[in-house]
């Protein structure tokens, strides 16, 4: 019995101690939470859209929907985190420019069209471009101008939905294609989101790139020590610069997803705040904000995460203005969680409480 006292002990001992540990506790939260509070919330239906296709409704499949938004941005975002040692801002604004320049090369400078005036392939590439110039900028200003990362974003954060109001003269440009809402909606026959598959995807893709790449190593090496890593032949300014790269290619995924949804683009409301929750995912993933080693798997199970409990909050009616005060509290245990001061104070609880029970 005292034997399997102590497996038991080590096995959760062990497992508080992996990263993914934080995430999974939050879930398991949330979702004990709902389960209380309303069973009906895990109820998933198969209904019908407006052309007649069947799909799934249900909270679980606005979380699968919406997360998914979430997990592609999240994968940029913790490059970027680790790499540089702080945040970029400016991605929902960035997701509005790239959004524009879609709609942009979609319409070719109408205000509506019932057909692509390029390609679609097209439309994204030029968005993915434009997109990783942005990142570029926010790169070069970050790592070889020496500027916070916050602070240097905050130009784009602040001029960012203007640049994309003058990409299409300040009109609302409307794509009346259908396919056009596949990448936002659904796959005519198939019930689940398009995006969660798009999602699928970047992961599969950055997965491969961790594994026959030394990026996570690099990335990981810049963030702990920059001074090391160019002793050891690296370069950690263009580290830097890719991860903020990499992070506009996922902003141009996440544009293509949003213009899609409504076929059009509202500037000033277009993925308003998303980079919040970008942020946040990335701090849920027990991923350390001021750079180093991270996570991406932990990142992504965060964004899913963050997207629950935005739910959560819609589905027991809390007001949009009220969405980030909840969240800011999330933001507030989990930076004092991932404190030094207080994972010291913890681990010698922790040492004291198993000396306790040796003795």
């Given amino acids: 019995m005292q034997n399997n006292k102590k497996s038991a002990g080590a096995f959760f001992s062990g497992l508080v101690k992996q990263q993914i540990f934080i ?15 309303d ?18 409704n249900g909270y679980l499949v606005t979380i699968l929907d919406y997360g998914s938004e979430l997990a592609i941005l999240a994968i ?42 390029v390609p ?35 130009i784009l954060f602040t001029a960012g939905r203007s640049i994309a109001a003058w990409i299409n003269n300040n009109e609302l440009p409307i794509v009346n294609v259908n396919s056009f809402g596949y990448f936002g909606g659904y796959i005519p026959g198939v019930p689940i989101p398009t995006p969660f598959f798009i999602a699928v995807l970047c992961v599969v893709v950055i997965a491969l790139v961790m594994k026959f790449t030394n990026l996570k190593l690099y990335t990981q090496a810049v963030g702990i020590n920059e001074s090391s890593s160019r002793l050891n032949g690296l370069n950690p300014e263009f580290i830097k610069l890719i991860s903020f790269v990499i992070l506009g ?4 995924v996440v544009g293509l997803i949003k213009v899609s949804r409504l076929s059009t683009i509202n500037y000033s409301v277009i993925a308003k705040d998303i980079e919040m929750d ?17 996570n991406i798997w932990a990142s992504i199970l965060g964004a899913y995460v963050i997207q629950f409990l935005t739910t959560t909050l819609y589905k027991f009616e809390v007001q949009s203005d ?8 999330v933001v507030i245990v989990l930076v004092v969680l991932s404190a030094p001061v207080v ?7 922790g040492k004291k409480m198993k000396s306790k029970e040796v003795a």
Avoid at 322 to 329: I, R, S
């Fill in 343 to 349: 994972r010291e104070k913890l681990a010698g609880l």
């Fill in 76 to 117: 940029g975002m913790t490059l970027v985190t680790a790499a540089s040692g702080g945040q970029d801002i400016s991605v929902g604004a960035t997701i509005a420019i790239a959004g524009s320049v879609i709609l942009r090369m979609l319409c070719g400078g109408q205000t509506t069209t019932d057909h692509y005036c």
């Fill in 39 to 56: 069973p009906s919330f895990f109820k998933i239906t198969l209904g019908y859209n407006s052309v007649g296709d069947p799909v799934l």
């Fill in 23 to 37: 995430p999974l506790a939050a879930l398991l939260i949330l979702a004990l939470f709902n389960l209380i509070m």
């Fill in 278 to 294: 970008a942020i946040l995912a990335v701090a849920l993933g027990g991923n350390a904000l001021g750079g180093g080693k991270f």
């Fill in 249 to 252: 290619i996922c902003v141009a």
């Fill in 322 to 329: 009220a969405l980030p005060a909840y969240k800011a509290v």
């Fill in 120 to 154: 679609l392939i097209v439309a994204f590439l030029v968005a993915v471009v434009a997109s990783m110039a942005f990142g570029a900028f926010n790169g070069v200003l970050v790592a070889y101008f020496r500027i916070q990362p916050m602070i240097a974003t905050l």
